[in-house]
């Protein structure tokens, strides 16, 4: 049975930057098929490594800087995002790229699935901006989407 991990990056600290967490508590909170972990990835890239070593397939939650509608969400396989690692794409630099990188070297290559969402602001704050938070529930449905679709695979 293939393992995949669902993994939300972010600072919950700093409002939007920390939607991905957001996302994952809320899928923590489900049911979800054996063989599915959910992981709070928080800021900790580097510790990640171990942990994308274990999965053969990846869905990264993130907070992305597109310069589009807050809120938006996007979906892309890693390897289209065309992003090495040190460049900075995210909010806070999707360093999550060098924890991938760091577990390729070391012969483990996941499947990558990256979900990003527009912030509207990062700043101090515990709670999403409105807009954002009310997004949350369609990036779970989605991620439910892309585990049954990796599972039927």
Known sequence: MARIMVVGIGNILLKDEGVGVHVVNELARMELPPGVEVVDGGTHSYDLVDIFSQADHLIIVDALEAG??????????????????????????????????????????????????????IGWGLELTPKVEARVPRVVELIRQEIEKTISQ
Do not use: D
């Open 68 to 121: 589009a509608e807050p809120g938006t969400i996007y979906r892309v396989p890693l390897e289209e995002m065309g992003i090495k690692p040190q460049e900075a794409t995210s909010v806070h630099q999707l360093h999550f790229i060098e924890a991938i990188a760091m577990a390729n070297m070391l012969g483990h290559h996941p499947q990558v699935v990256v979900f990003g969402i527009q912030p509207r602001e």
